[in-house]
């Protein structure tokens, strides 16, 4: 088994910045190719936490046979502004596949995309901002044998509850460009997992959710640890499409509901100060679960101010 660590050019000029590192757990024995993405969005690092302990095992324990790649910086400027586009296009990344050579966002979104293609297996990483959030775990719509496949790896990893985006539907049609979704459409399989924040994470939930990985990456036949035989999951686990909740003015919004909260029609979320007339206005959301809700701040009228779930099923 070999480690590997290289760098994949985004642009022909030398500038290091056009470069995604990228590691490869190469077992040297035929098998499936699982990619692991991270850090599209350049504020939200958990994944590190988590990379830097699955890098640790294989460094002791090989691999059996296929490969696991890691690109654990796509948006590297981003992560070091701490803002989630990238920085010289302004651009969200995970909103431009499947890439072109436009412009800085859409090569790297081009790289990415050409690196999943061949692979058995794409999980995305990202976090949630909210210091009251759960494990979620998200699959798109694609053909029905991908998304059996994508429930059969959510239920291995055990998520609090699975999103699901069908970029289609009017309520998802701002995640049309994403990663998972654009693999969706060429039926491929891919899932996106969002964590806690950093200033949450906890060890136990970082060893748990490697234990995880370790699960699906025996599932695959990359490794031989036994935990598949003895994992334990729940019983059932909510599904959710969502639906957004936007600003109506521009000016200054302060939450007064939390993620997981329910709501009934016309609940109350929020209130927003108009930064025209500084008249203070409630923000309503819609009968469901509130799955993301704004940070205290200062946002555009049309930008998005919550998520909010409408439960469609179980996963058993």
């Known amino acids: 088994m070999k480690i590997l660590k290289d760098y994949i050019k985004v642009n022909k000029t030398n500038d290091n910045l056009f470069y995604l590192q990228r590691w490869r757990i190469i077992s040297g024995q035929p098998g499936p190719k699982i990619v692991i993405i991270a850090l599209q969005h350049g504020a939200e690092v958990s994944s590190f936490f988590l990379l830097e302990k699955l890098l640790c095992y294989f460094r002791q324990f090989p691999l059996l046979k296929g490969s696991l790649v890691i690109l654990p910086a796509v ?55 909210s210091r009251r959030s759960v494990f979620t775990g998200v699959m798109v719509k694609s053909n029905r044998l ?12 055990d998520p609090e509850l699975i999103w699901y985006i069908n970029s289609s539907q009017s309520s998802d049609k701002e995640q049309a460009g994403a990663l998972t979704v654009w693999l969706g459409q060429q039926n491929k399989l891919a899932i996106a997992l969002e964590l806690p924040p ?50 109506k003015v521009n000016g200054w919004f302060w939450p007064t509901k939390e993620p997981l909260d329910k709501l009934k ?10 930064l025209v007339d500084f008249k203070k206005k409630s923000l309503r959301g819609l009968p469901g679960v509130l799955l993301t809700i704004a940070y ?9 101010v919550a998520t909010i779930g409408k439960k469609i099923g179980y996963l058993k």
């Open 75 to 129: 948006n590297v400027l981003g992560l070091l502004k701490k803002q989630r586009q990238e920085p010289f296009t302004g651009l969200d990344i995970n909103r431009q596949y499947p890439g072109n050579q436009d412009n800085r966002a859409t090569k790297i979104a081009y790289v990415v995309a050409k690196e999943c293609q061949s692979a058995e297996l794409v999980i995305d990483l990202h976090n949630f901002t």
């Open 146 to 157: 991908v998304e059996d496949k994508a429930k059969q790896v959510l239920r291995l990893f």
């Open 198 to 247: 950093p200033i949450v994470l906890t060890e136990g939930f970082l060893n748990s959710l490697l234990e995880r990985f370790l699960v699906v990456f025996e599932f695959y036949g990359l490794l031989t640890v036994d935990l598949l035989k003895c994992v334990t999951v729940k019983r059932s686990i909510s599904v959710y499409t969502s639906r957004l909740i936007r600003m």
């Open 265 to 274: 029609s016309a609940d109350k979320i929020g209130d927003q100060v108009s």
């Open 296 to 304: 205290p701040g200062f946002i555009m009228a049309g930008k998005k």
